[in-house]
Each structure stands twice: as C-alpha cells, then as structure tokens.
C-alpha cells in the first residue's frame, strides 16, 4: 500500500529506480541489505634486501613489504589473493591462519596436506569466505618460509548493523614476531644434519616487523658500514600514536619461529576482549603472554601522564634467552613528538621461568557470556597426544606418541580424494601412549621412535577430544612451551593441568560450561591441556606444534574426515608427486 503509487509515475526510468528502492526496502526488513563482496589481491611475493633489525637480510616481501598487506574484510566476504611467486629458485604456499575454510579445503595453503607448492613464476588463486569476524593471520606454510618474512594479518569486521559486545575509538594492528639472522635454509639443513644445529635464539625481536640488533655486537663486523646500520629507516621502531583519553583496541598476535612472548605497554593495563576471533569474558593483565599462531583483542585506555611516552615492549619467556634484546616500540602520546624517547627505561620482563602466571592466563581466558558456544558434553573419541623429543637414525626429531611426522610429496587431500592409498603409510598411528610406564619428567631414550606420514581418519561429525601431554624433552630438568595450531576447526579448550593427565579424574575437571574456542593453544612445561572439535569439516587438516622448526622436525599430525563430502578438487592444487597424471587443466 506504501508504495501504491507507484503506478502513477509516468516514466518507465523511474519506475525502475522505485522498483529497487523497494527491493533496497524489503533487504533491509529482512536484515540482508549489505551483499558478501568479493575482495581481490594481486601480490607479488619475492625476496628482496631489508632491515628489520637494522642488519641487512634477505626477506620474503609481499608487494615490497614484510609484513605483507592487512586484508580487512567483512564477515561472509570472499577474499581473492592471486599470489605471483616471484621467488625465481623457490615454491611457495600461504596458509589463512583461523580461517577454517569450510567447502574450500584444498585453499588452506598448507603444502603436502592440501595442495602441490606454487612453482617460481607461476601465479596461484586463492578464493575464501571469511565466514566470521575476527582477529586472524596469514603466513608461508612451505619449510620454514614463514620465518623469512612471509606473513601478514586478516582483519574481519562484523556485518552492518552488527557490533561488538565492547566500545572502543580506534582499532589498531601490531604483529609480533621474533627474528633470525640466518636463512632458512641454513637453519633448515642444521636441523636435518648429523650432528645436530639447532637454531638457539633469535637476535631480536620484532613488533609490526620492526626490531633493533645492536650492531657492536656483530662477532665478524662488516666492512660495509650499510649492511648494520642503527639508523636504517626499516629498524625504526613501531610507534603507536594515541589520543590522551581515548581507548584503542589492540589486536596483537604472534607469528614468531620460537619464542613465547610477554608484550607490555608500558604503565597500561590491557583487557583482554578476544582471543582466535572469539570474544573473551573480559579480564585485565599487564603482561600478555602469546604463543606463535595466536591472536588477541586487548583494550587499551590512553589514561596516563599525557606529557611523556611510554614503551611497547615484547620479551621471551618459557626460554632462556639473555643474548636477545627486548622488542621495543612507543605508545606516542599525541601531540608529542614521535621520536621523543620515553624517560624511563623500558619495564622489566617477567621471569622467563616461572610458568605460574602463563597457566594464570590460560585458566583465565573463558568465553564471554552471551557468546558462549556449549561444547558437546561427550567424546566419541580421545586421542592422548605424548609429546618427546627423540633421536631417530642420529636426527635430532619431535614425536608425538612415538612417532616422528614426516610430510609426504603428494597432499594428503588429493592422495586422500582420488583414493592414491599407496602415497603414505595406510596404518593409522597411534591413539595413545603407555601411560603406566612412561616418565614425563625424566630424559628417556625413547628408542622404539618411528617416522611415519600415516593420517588419524575421524568419523565425519563426530567429537575428538585431543590431550596434550608435555613430558621431558632430551635435555635434563627441561620441558618446553608448545603452541598446537588446527587447521579447519576451532576446539573447545577444555582445561590445562600440571603433571601426567590423570584418565579417570582430570575429565571431571573439564569446564563444559563456558570454555573458550581456539585454533591455537599452548601446552604448558610438564603439563597438559584437554581440546574437544567436532570433525565437521571435510577436508585433511594439519593440527602441529607452531614452532616452525618444531613441525619441520616431526611435531605434528594430520587429521582426514568426511573425504566423501569434500567437492571437485581445482586443478591448481595439483601437478606435484603422484598427482602430476590427475592434472586437469
Ligand atoms: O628442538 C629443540 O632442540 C633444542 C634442544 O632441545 C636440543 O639442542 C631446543 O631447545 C629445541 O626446542
């Protein structure tokens, strides 16, 4: 009836202008009035001369630049990257960390599980729906790529008309990284070699890609007074300009090779809102602890002496590490001058080998109310995840229940759909681990270590709880911090404990009431931390400690489910190993 004179304009033009305003109407009504958009990327990925650290280094950049390009979206999007890999000698895959792409497994980016790596000069497409806001990153899955530089963020915003259950003004970006000065493949041929290089600490630390090594420190001093130098524009520190009074949401996340980090702002509290693109019950902290592979909204009130400027500061910790200098930045307060150092000296770390506050943090994080996703209150499944470090054939290996993963050539989804049985080992490893006779805290020998590229295969629909169980590695009185990364899925976190998982009491202790949901979480020295996914995403996922060399040495495993449900497999992911004959232009 509103629109009942419509029939009175004359002209057919403006009946059709009416037409689609009516239709504009009815969208908004129904609440569907802004369309998914389709966002393109066209990047060239290439190894070019930078200082992160003010040494000079080959990095991988993306378009010039490392981090690469933030891709800001809204929820239900589709993101389409057409990747260039300009690396002349090297492949190439890019992982979207968090994204769980559902319907598109064979674009998760991770080489030998979902697709064939994109040769040099060859230019892949990647296409995805972003199907929920949130905090999430994307980075090299191919070696240990990632460490040279390749990665970058994925912002996602709610859809119109949706907002956030917390207010804020402004939204900014930091990465957190940590930085070697050697190549990959130097660190990479140290970890394979006999006797064994590990890659010790890293030389510095980055915040958004910006670090400083003391260059006086170089143990061979270059002739070329360019190649360190302090006052190279690209070591400039990362500086955060705020608005006295104002509240900034900090979306801060991890891709470091190794370290477990501490980031502070100097005098500030941080509330900590999100944690993986899930909203957080809101809690304070002054130091946040990120794992490599996870991300977190913090809010932040400019609310100090708004005369001076404070330091942004990332430490290690879960390791000694006494040679590498803190990441340092500046929350600038505005209008002072950017490069007005604070007065103070930066605050001090916490101490790198006390765990209680990290496992205070991880007890913490809770899904907020209102936002809470009840988990199953049942498994049909429970896998015991034993991690050790172990020797097999004189390599120095990561195992999980004794067996050492070792990345196959043909991708396990193509391997997996076109029913290639004979491209892994077909036995499934194992459930478990002896947990009657097995030690956590002592060295073990672990003699009977194996290496296989066999896949857990989970029901389709069915509920995995996954423990993680830390032991000893091969050093005296030394457990390590690992950050578990799935692809695919986001898991319910379902507790953390000290000491060997107890079967029949520790379940009991399993919050089912508002536990938050993850894709990353760290599995604490000597502990344990209890996971629960629904296997709904047909696909083959990785699910892998997020050390880089950590996966490179056997950390990981692979999960297969509804293989059946998974559609018509693009071309482009294939052409490498077994697959080359199923190329189908
Ligand atoms: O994988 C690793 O190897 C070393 C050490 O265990 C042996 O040198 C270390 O600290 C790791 O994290």
């Not at 907002?163 to 900014?172: G, H, K, L, V």
């Not at 940590?178 to 064994?196: C, M, N, R, V």
């Not at 478990?432 to 629909?461: H, M």
Request: glycine share 8%; proline share 8%.
């Amino acid at each position: 009836m509103l629109f009942s004179n419509m029939v009175l304009i004359p002209k057919c033009k403006s009946r059709v202008i009416l037409f689609l305003w009516l239709l504009g109407i009815i969208a908004l009504l129904n609440g569907s009035a802004v369309e998914a958009r389709i966002r393109r990327y066209k990047w060239e990925v290439k190894y070019e001369y930078k200082s992160p650290d003010c040494l000079q280094k080959l990095v991988i950049t993306i378009n010039g630049g490392t981090p690469g390009p933030t891709i800001t979206a809204q929820q239900n999007d589709t993101i389409i990257v057409e990747l260039t890999n300009g690396l002349l000698t090297e492949n190439v895959a890019i992982h979207w960390h968090g994204i769980r792409q559902i319907g598109t497994p064979w674009f998760d980016g991770t080489e030998g599980v979902t697709q064939c790596p994109i040769l040099p000069g060859t230019t892949f497409k990647y296409q995805f729906v972003v199907d929920r806001a949130g905090t999430y990153l994307y980075h090299a899955h191919y070696g240990m790529q990632r460490e040279a530089g390749l990665y970058g963020s994925i912002i996602v915003g709610l859809p119109d008309g949706k907002s956030e259950p917390f207010t804020y003004d402004y939204d900014r970006n930091i990465i957190l990284n940590d930085w070697y000065h050697k190549s990959t493949y130097e660190q990479a041929a140290g970890l394979s070699a006999i006797p064994f290089q590990w890659v010790k600490e890293p030389q510095s630390l980055l915040i958004h890609g910006r670090g400083k090594f003391n260059c006086s420190t170089l143990t061979t001093p270059s002739l070329d007074a360019g190649i360190c130098n302090a006052t190279n524009p690209d070591c400039e520190p990362f500086r955060l300009i705020a608005v006295p009074g104002k509240t900034y949401r900090l979306r801060i996340s991890s891709l470091t090779a190794l370290s477990a980090l501490s980031f502070q702002i100097e005098g500030h509290n941080m509330t900590v809102v999100e944690a993986d693109g899930h909203y957080v019950e809101p809690f304070v902290v002054q130091n946040l602890f990120l794992y490599s592979g996870e991300t977190y909204s913090v809010l932040v009130k400019a609310d100090q002496d708004p005369t001076r400027n404070y330091w942004i500061t990332s430490n290690i910790v879960g390791r000694s590490a006494p040679n590498t200098p803190p990441g340092l930045g500046v929350f600038v307060y505005y209008p002072n001058h950017p490069r007005r150092s604070p007065p103070t000296t930066p605050p001090p770390p916490p101490l790198w080998n006390n765990t209680d506050p990290r496992l205070a943090q991880s007890h913490a994080i809770k899904a907020r109310q209102g936002y809470i996703h009840t988990p199953p209150s049942r498994s049909d499944r429970v896998i015991v995840f034993l991690n050790t470090q172990n020797t097999i054939n004189g390599n120095v290996r990561w195992s999980v229940n004794n067996v050492s993963f070792a990345l196959p050539h043909t991708p396990y989804l193509i391997a997996l759909k076109e029913n290639l049985t004979h491209v892994f080992d077909q036995t499934p490893p194992p459930d478990g681990y002896d947990f009657q006779n097995y030690d956590i805290r002592i060295v073990q020998e672990n003699t009977n270590a194996t290496s296989s590229n066999g896949v857990y295969r989970l029901n389709f629909n069915s509920t995995v709880d996954i423990i993680l169980q830390n032991a000893n590695s091969m050093s005296p009185d030394t457990s390590e911090t690992h950050p578990w990364h799935l692809h695919g899925h986001d898991f319910w976190v379902l507790g953390y404990g000290e000491g060997k998982f107890d079967v029949f009491n520790d379940p009991k202790k399993y919050n089912l009431v508002n536990p938050i949901m993850k894709n990353t979480v760290p599995v604490h020295p000597y502990g344990w931390t209890a996971l629960r996914f629904r296997a709904d995403n047909p696909g083959a996922w990785a699910f892998h400690c997020h050390i880089e060399s950590h996966f490179y040495m056997g950390m990981g495993v692979v999960f297969a489910e509804g293989i059946d449900k998974v559609g018509k497999l693009p071309s482009s992911v294939m052409g490498c190993g077994e697959t080359q004959g199923l190329y189908r232009p």
